[in-house]
Protein backbone atom coordinates (compact mmCIF):
# COMPACT_ATOMS: atom_id res chain seq x y z
CA UNK A 1 0.00 0.00 0.00
CA UNK A 2 1.37 3.56 -0.72
CA UNK A 3 1.20 5.81 2.00
CA UNK A 4 0.60 9.89 1.52
CA UNK A 5 0.96 12.66 3.71
CA UNK A 6 -0.56 15.67 3.71
CA UNK A 7 1.22 19.29 3.73
CA UNK A 8 -0.71 22.43 4.32
CA UNK A 9 0.97 26.26 4.51
CA UNK A 10 -0.27 29.42 4.73
CA UNK A 11 1.76 33.27 4.40
CA UNK A 12 2.52 34.18 7.88
CA UNK A 13 1.97 37.54 6.09
CA UNK A 14 -1.51 38.24 6.69
CA UNK A 15 -2.89 36.13 9.92
CA UNK A 16 -6.18 37.81 9.80
CA UNK A 17 -7.14 37.01 6.10
CA UNK A 18 -5.99 33.57 6.15
CA UNK A 19 -7.18 32.68 9.62
CA UNK A 20 -9.20 29.62 8.13
CA UNK A 21 -6.91 28.58 5.83
CA UNK A 22 -5.08 25.90 7.27
CA UNK A 23 -8.26 24.20 8.18
CA UNK A 24 -9.88 24.44 4.86
CA UNK A 25 -6.77 23.24 2.79
CA UNK A 26 -6.63 20.24 5.12
CA UNK A 27 -10.50 19.31 4.66
CA UNK A 28 -10.04 19.95 0.98
CA UNK A 29 -7.19 17.36 1.25
CA UNK A 30 -8.59 14.68 3.47
CA UNK A 31 -11.40 14.81 1.65
CA UNK A 32 -9.37 14.31 -1.91
CA UNK A 33 -7.90 11.22 -0.18
CA UNK A 34 -11.04 9.76 0.83
CA UNK A 35 -12.64 9.68 -2.24
CA UNK A 36 -9.63 8.02 -4.35
CA UNK A 37 -8.89 6.12 -1.36
CA UNK A 38 -5.42 7.32 -0.56
CA UNK A 39 -3.70 6.48 3.01
CA UNK A 40 -2.99 9.41 5.03
CA UNK A 41 -0.58 8.59 7.27
CA UNK A 42 0.46 12.08 8.55
CA UNK A 43 -0.29 15.87 8.38
CA UNK A 44 1.99 18.46 8.25
CA UNK A 45 1.54 22.19 8.22
CA UNK A 46 2.99 25.26 8.86
CA UNK A 47 2.81 29.34 8.93
CA UNK A 48 5.50 30.75 6.70
CA UNK A 49 5.77 32.70 3.48
CA UNK A 50 7.11 31.19 0.52
CA UNK A 51 8.80 34.40 -0.14
CA UNK A 52 12.28 33.57 1.45
CA UNK A 53 13.93 30.37 2.63
CA UNK A 54 13.80 28.73 6.09
CA UNK A 55 10.16 26.49 5.91
CA UNK A 56 11.59 23.76 8.21
CA UNK A 57 8.83 21.52 8.20
CA UNK A 58 8.67 21.56 3.73
CA UNK A 59 12.27 20.99 3.93
CA UNK A 60 12.38 18.14 6.15
CA UNK A 61 9.85 16.83 3.74
CA UNK A 62 12.37 16.73 1.11
CA UNK A 63 14.31 13.81 2.88
CA UNK A 64 10.83 11.55 3.46
Known sequence: M???FIYCRKSSEDDERQAL???AQ???LRDF???NNLFIVHEYYESKTAKEPGREIF???KNL
Open 59 to 61: AGL
Open 2 to 4: IKY
Open 33 to 35: AKQ
Open 21 to 23: FIE
Open 26 to 28: LQE
